[in-house]
C-alpha cells in the first residue's frame, strides 16, 4: 500500500500578523506537486490559526502545536481539543521534543494527549526521538519505542495518526541525521509497529523525519523507503520549504 507522502510545517513560537501573511502569501503562490502526490499541512501558533485558516489555499491543512489532555475547564493558558475542532483545525501536533524537554511532558502524558485529540476527531502528528546523550549511549531504538508503546497503548486505530521522528540533537542545530540514519530508526519503527500494533498499522502508517531538513538534503531524505515526509522547523518559515514540498515527486521515481 502506498503511503502519501506528508510534509508539515512547524513555525513554532515565530511571527507576527504581517510575518504570517507574506509566509501564506508565499504558499498561496506555489505551484507543488498535487494533493494525491503529497499532503501539506501548516503549524501557526495559536494566536494566528483563524487568520491561517482563512487565507491560506485549501490544498493545504493546518495544525496547531499542542492541545490539552482532556476536555476544557479551569486550565489556565490551555487550550482544548474541543476548541480546534470547532474552529476546524483538523490535526494537532503532539509529544514535540521542546515540550517533552522544556515542560517535562511524559510518555504517559503524551500518550493520554493523543488518545484524548483522536477521540474528539483531530489527526495527530505524533512526535517521538531521542536526545544525544541516549543516541550515544546507544539507547535510540529503547527511548523510541518506549515513547511509541505509550501511544500505542492508549490507541486501536492509527488511521488518524503520523509518526514524526524527530532526534532532539539534530532539531534546530544544523545538524541533521544522514539518511541512512534516519532509514535505520524508521526500519525498526515500522518493524516495532509490526510486532506490536499488527502488520497493516506498520505498512500503513507514515513515518516522517524531523531535523534540520532543508531544502538542500530533502530529497536524499525523500529517497529513503521508510521516510515518508518531514516534519520541517525553520525551514518552514522560507521559501525553500517549497523546495521540500517538491521533493515528495522523488517517490514517484521509485
Avoid at 45 to 67: I, T
Avoid at 90 to 103: D, M, N
Avoid at 111 to 123: E, H, I, R, T
Avoid at 209 to 235: H, R, T
Wanted: with cysteine.
Amino acid at each position: 500500500m502506498a503511503r502519501k507522502f506528508f510534509v508539515g510545517g512547524n513555525w513554532k513560537c515565530n511571527g507576527t500578523s504581517d510575518d504570517v501573511k507574506k509566509i501564506v502569501s508565499m504558499l498561496n503562490e506555489a505551484e507543488v506537486p498535487p494533493e494525491d502526490v503529497v499532503e501539506v499541512v501548516v503549524s501557526p501558533p495559536y494566536v494566528f490559526l483563524p487568520l491561517v485558516k482563512s487565507l491560506l489555499r485549501s490544498d493545504f491543512g493546518v495544525a496547531a502545536q499542542n492541545c490539552w489532555v482532556r476536555k476544557g475547564g479551569a486550565f489556565t493558558g490551555e487550550i482544548s481539543a474541543g476548541m480546534l475542532v470547532n474552529l476546524n483545525i483538523p490535526w494537532v501536533i503532539l509529544g514535540h521534543s521542546e515540550r517533552r524537554l522544556l515542560l517535562n511532558e511524559s510518555n504517559e502524558f503524551v500518550g493520554d494527549k493523543v488518545a484524548y485529540a483522536l477521540s474528539q476527531g483531530l489527526k495527530v502528528i505524533a512526535c517521538v526521538g531521542e536526545t544525544l546523550e541516549q543516541r550515544e549511549s546507544g539507547s535510540t531504538m529503547a527511548v523510541v519505542a518506549a515513547q511509541t508503546k505509550s501511544i500505542a497503548e492508549r490507541v486501536s486505530n492509527w488511521d488518524d495518526i503520523v509518526l514524526a521522528y524527530e532526534p532532539v540533537w539534530a532539531i534546530g542545530t544544523g545538524k541533521v541525521a544522514t539518511p541512512a540514519q534516519a532509514q535505520e530508526v524508521h526500519t525498526e519503527l515500522r518493524k516495532w509497529l509490526h510486532d506490536n500494533t499488527g502488520p497493516e498499522v506498520a505498512a500503513s502508517v507514515r513515518i516522517i523525519y524531523g531535523g534540520s531538513v532543508n531544502g538542500n538534503n530533502c530529497k536524499e531524505l525523500a529517497a529513503q523507503p521508510d521516510v515518508d515526509g518531514f516534519l520541517v522547523g525553520g525551514a518552514s518559515l522560507k521559501p525553500e520549504f517549497i523546495d521540500i514540498i517538491e521533493a515528495s515527486t522523488v517517490k514517484n521515481n521509485y
